[in-house]
């Protein structure tokens, strides 16, 4: 029998222990264990089931993540694996629209902007969000030449390089960094577009301007939509998709299919060694060792750090230069006619040129129904991200009242209307940032672990934060380890279908 033992129990974590089941399930003799310092399993993703004050009707308040990217396989496959497919929950789009702020007024995102490029004329020329200068910046798009990269040369560039290089800053301000930097909460000055959005620098090599880019990206979408019209009575397929108990139902799903029995919470890994022989050891605190086969490393990259260094100095080197940043989402429950705003919207962006303390916003139980109970609204500030680190050192309390205050300032939330609760979550350090040489750094930590039988590194640290590249990343870590014990599994022959 072989026995893996993992490291951290967020999705990446789970994800290498279902997979180590589905193999054992398959017949190959491999178990594992999985070693998580909290006392819960799940990591950044954490669902509260909250009860309304008034009448006991429940809430679904996701203090993380609260989706995932519908076009990306894994979770879809891994909901039906384990029966909870029919529980995911597209987002209620006869109500989307994005609100942006700029100098204290809200501008709806004109339609058919694809992330920060305009494929429509006319509401890209009567919006307000951009000036005239601006627009007719963002236009000359369509002339610049694309950008020269040398043979073997890697083209990477910072999402505010690129931006202003093709679009121009107004459009980095009002657009490209809350939508493009915010999913990363991430610099626009430091990160890598390669490491996070290396379509972008594709298609500007491919089409020579991002606007007609984006405009062929509609046309493909528009083609599909219509020769693969939704089914009769099917769910919508919309952009983002959700489960109906939050995002806590994949994770338990996720762990009751991978074996609680194997799954210990509360231990906290104080060192991993490995012998000559091959064989692993892990201590916890507290003194206990536990022996293993092979260690998959699933904990934040500056929790494997010390872990590693003793096995790798160059791997924990590498580690220790991926940077991270803290954030915190303020849930705030309201009845809906106290409000007094328009509750049709998916949310507000916030950019960083506005100087807010809210980052973003998000219309909870309009984007996601049933998110509230009948009469009730669900909302979730957004604050913190490499630009506000400080707003970190107020305490919950303190939150609170900088979120509700900004919503009222912001939204024109009514002052009269008071939560009918609050919850805050905190991410220290929960983010990490995909800086220039991110892959570098990625690559020489995949290089070195591909030589050391029995070892692999997986999370949203390496090859996308987004909870599908996380399990993947984690059930990558079981493929290589069982590759190296001459074992495969029927489903790694079989290439990854459209499942949705
Ligand atoms: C506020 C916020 C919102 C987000 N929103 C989205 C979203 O909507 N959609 C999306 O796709 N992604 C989103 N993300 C990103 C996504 O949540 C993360 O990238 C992903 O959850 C990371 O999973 P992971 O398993 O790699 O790491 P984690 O979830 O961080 O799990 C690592 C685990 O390792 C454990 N650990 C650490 N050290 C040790 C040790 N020494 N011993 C034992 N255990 C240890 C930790 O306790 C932790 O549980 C969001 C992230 C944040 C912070």
Redesign the pocket.
């Given at each position: 029998m072989k026995k893996v033992i993992i490291?951290?129990?967020?999705?990446?974590?789970?994800?290498a222990a279902f997979k180590v089941r589905r193999a054992a399930d398959e017949g190959h003799d491999v178990d594992f264990v999985l070693?998580?310092?909290?006392d819960?399993?799940?990591?950044?993703?954490d669902t509260e089931i909250v009860a309304d004050p008034e009448s006991g009707e429940e809430y679904v308040v996701?203090?993380?993540?609260?989706?995932?990217?519908t076009e990306k396989p894994a979770i879809h496959r891994v909901a039906k694996a384990t029966g909870i497919f029919d529980d995911e929950l597209p987002t209620d789009d006869s109500r989307k629209k994005t609100l942006i702020l700029k100098k204290g007024r809200l501008y709806e995102m004109p339609d058919g902007v694809m992330m920060f490029a305009p494929t429509k004329f006319v509401p890209f020329a009567t919006t307000g969000l951009f000036s005239w200068p601006g627009k007719i910046r963002m236009a000359m798009d369509l002339f610049i030449p694309k950008k020269k990269v040398a043979e073997g040369e890697r083209n990477d560039e910072t999402l505010e390089s690129f931006i202003v290089r093709r679009m121009g800053q107004e459009c980095l301000d009002r657009l490209a960094e809350p939508l493009v930097g915010g999913?990363h909460?991430s610099d626009p000055k430091m990160m890598s577009l390669a490491a996070t959005f290396p379509r972008l620098l594709d298609m500007e090599q491919k089409h020579g301007s991002m606007m007609l880019a984006f405009l062929d990206a509609r046309k493909k979408v528009e083609e599909m939509k219509k020769k693969y019209p939704p089914k009769p009575g099917a769910k919508p397929r919309t952009f983002?998709t959700?489960f109906t108990g939050g995002?806590k139902e994949l994770v338990n799903a996720m762990l009751e299919a991978a074996g609680p029995d194997r799954v210990r919470t509360g231990?906290?890994?104080?060192s991993v060694d490995r012998a000559e022989d091959g064989a692993w050891t892990v201590t916890?605190?507290g003194g206990e060792s536990v022996r293993g086969d092979a260690v998959i490393l699933?904990?934040?990259a500056f929790?494997?750090e010390?872990?590693v260094r003793a096995v790798d100095a160059q791997i924990a080197d590498a580690l220790a230069n991926i940077p991270v940043s803290s954030?915190?989402?303020v849930s705030m429950a309201f009845k809906e006619d106290e409000v007094g705003i328009d509750m049709n919207a998916f949310g507000v962006l916030c950019p960083i040129v506005e100087s807010r303390a809210l980052l973003a916003a998000t219309y909870s139980s309009t984007k996601w129904p049933g998110r509230a109970p009948k009469g009730r609204m669900l909302m979730r500030g957004?604050v913190g991200g490499p630009h506000n680190q400080a707003i970190m050192k107020k305490s919950d309390e303190e939150l609170q009242a900088i979120v509700l205050k900004e919503l009222q300032s912001i939204l024109g939330l009514d002052s009269n209307a008071k939560p009918l609760f609050t919850r805050v979550?905190r991410?220290t350090n929960?983010?990490?940032q995909y800086t220039l040489g991110h892959l570098d750094r990625v690559e020489l930590i995949e290089s070195r672990a591909s030589h050391i039988p029995g070892l692999a590194l997986?999370?949203?640290?390496y090859t996308?934060?987004?909870?599908?590249?996380?399990?993947e990343?984690?059930e990558r870590g079981v493929t290589k380890v069982l590759a190296e014990w001459g074992l495969e599994l029927a489903e790694d022959k079989v290439e990854e279908k459209r499942l949705y």
């Open positions: 490291i951290g129990g967020g999705v990446a974590g789970l994800g070693l998580e310092r909290a819960r399993v799940g990591g950044k993703i996701d203090g993380g993540p609260d989706c995932f990217l999913v909460a983002f959700s995002m231990a906290v890994v104080e916890l605190e699933a904990t934040e929790a494997a010390p872990l954030s915190a989402t957004f979550f991410w929960g983010m990490p997986a999370g949203g640290s996308g934060v987004g909870l599908p590249n996380c399990i990343s984690g």
